[in-house]
């Protein structure tokens, strides 16, 4: 790489550090506004959610029995029915389909909610025609929303906002559940939503449903997913919870960790994540997802390169040939996929030949070897910060609840979802890297596993749906 180019990217990759101080003093302030949160009623912008869930015990796998589950989490409805086999197995069947794009954005908010109760009773009619899951002619559905929802039982919430580019106003404020209901009632499906949860939430029940802790030895603490969002949920102590009273024991908290640091105190801050903040519907919110989740790299990737090309330092011949301009797939936001950065991270080809044609492809962006390997060290600053960064909730909640588990010595188990901890390249390996540089459970002979726990929204729902009486 020529000097120049390379002094630039010296100055990315410093653009994109962090480092163990850092991460620490971000572990400390998220405890702190964790405690915030469960203390203040009202939603403040600089203030964690951690919303009361209503769900008040963890699964043990011994739960049985038939549920639906519907499942919206960003761009596709899934409808499911799971059967709970009672030792820790469960079978699933399950549909899908493509949320369309006119009914994400726009006035027409119950629209949406008509669609996902269309999708709901086509499912019944295709697999359980006869309602076989019925009870009493009726069949209980766990609906898993994955939006920060206001939860005031576990079969009431009110939307909080609307992320990953979802952005129907008139449903902010209104109960979900309800407006579900409606429309299967209109439809005359024999269903009622009984229970809604985060993804979150379903991804900790069912680890915890699936984990056979005489197998593992390590207790399922925290349930979270690392996918186009980012959040978490774990079972959090009643008298900790101060904002509401709370039955029983505790509850499980869906801690809306995207939210973090929204007045950004402690989380570092670039130039590209204030143009990509300032490029989305939830401007100023959820900033931590903005610099983790698979729905912001690939627009962090685009907006880096868009602003080194306008400063000359990249793509200089390229523009020179097009008369000024860029490829309109490097120039408009959301246009670069991050899945596109997975393949540059695994590219081992000679001159990075294959990075050349995904570049081809996905962005009509022609490039030479010395820029690939720019775009790859840029590529590579982007996820060492988020893997890094993810690590800080992990760290924050094990060390939070390490005191209740002190006279045993099993270790901890994170169940994660999402297709940026499955599959980005190095993410896990960077999450395990910032647990060390924290270091929350010094001096306790304990380890912080991540297990993949696919499937929590499904799954989860209906095991959220398990927990009402007849
Ligand atoms: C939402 C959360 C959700 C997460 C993962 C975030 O954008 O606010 O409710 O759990 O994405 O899907």
Redesign the pocket.
């Known amino acids: 790489m020529n000097s120049q180019l390379q002094a630039c990217i010296d100055q990315v990759e410093k653009d994109y550090a962090v480092d163990k101080k850092l991460l620490c003093d971000a572990f400390d302030a998220f405890i702190k506004l964790m405690d915030e949160g469960l203390t203040s009623k009202e939603q403040k912008r600089e203030c964690m959610p951690m919303i009361p869930t209503f769900v008040s015990r963890i699964p043990t796998g011994k739960e049985n029995g038939l549920y639906l589950a519907g499942d919206l989490?960003?761009t596709n409805f899934r409808v499911c029915s799971v059967r709970l086999n009672g030792d820790h197995t469960f079978s699933l069947t399950q549909s899908k389909s493509r949320i369309p794009s006119e009914l994400m954005k726009g006035n027409q908010g119950l629209e949406l909610f008509r669609y996902l109760a269309k999708k709901v009773g086509a499912f019944l009619k295709e697999h359980h025609a006869d309602y076989s899951c019925a009870t009493d002619g009726r069949l209980k559905l766990g609906f898993t929303f994955?939006?920060?929802v206001n939860q005031q039982a576990l079969d009431k919430g009110t939307l909080i906002r609307w992320?990953?580019g979802f952005d129907l106003p008139n449903v902010v404020g209104k109960d979900i559940v309800e407006l579900f209901q409606l429309q299967l009632d209109e439809l005359d499906a024999p269903v009622d939503v009984v229970a809604l949860a985060?993804?979150?939430v379903g991804t900790l029940l069912l680890r915890a449903y699936s984990n056979d802790i005489s197998k593992s030895n390590a207790h399922t603490v925290i349930g979270c997913?690392f996918?186009?969002?980012?959040?978490g949920a774990y079972f959090e102590l009643a008298d900790k919870i101060k904002k509401i009273d709370v039955p029983g024991n505790g509850m499980v908290i869906?801690t809306?960790w995207?939210s973090f640091d929204n007045t950004l105190q402690v989380l570092p801050s670039n130039r590209f994540d204030t143009i990509v903040d300032s490029e989305t519907a939830n401007k100023g919110y959820?900033r931590f997802?903005k610099r983790i989740?698979g729905m912001f790299l690939g627009e962090l990737l685009r907006v880096t390169l868009k602003c080194l090309a306008d400063d000359g330092q990249l793509f200089a011949k390229l523009k020179e040939k097009r008369g000024g301009s860029l490829p309109h797939r490097l120039e408009e936001p959301w246009q670069l996929d991050s899945q596109v950065l997975l393949y540059l991270e695994i590219d081992d080809s000679t001159e990075l030949r294959m990075s050349g044609l995904i570049l081809e492809n996905e962005l009509r962006l022609t490039t030479t070897f010395e820029e690939r390997l720019a775009i790859r060290a840029i590529t590579r600053a982007i996820s060492k910060r988020a893997g890094l960064l993810s690590s800080i909730p992990i760290a924050a909640i094990v060390s939070r609840v390490k005191d209740r588990y002190k006279d045993d010595d099993r270790d901890f188990e994170v169940g994660c979802d999402?297709l940026v901890v499955e599959f980005y390249p190095g993410f896990q390996d960077r999450v395990y890297e910032g647990l060390g540089m924290i270091d929350a459970l010094k001096g306790l002979n304990k380890k912080v596993y991540l297990r993949i726990a696919k499937d929590g929204s499904g799954v989860g729902a209906a095991l959220c749906a398990s927990t009402v009486d007849n």
């Open positions: 989490g960003g994955s939006f920060p992320t990953k985060n993804d979150t997913i996918g186009t969002g980012t959040n869906n809306e995207g959820h997802e989740s999402g």
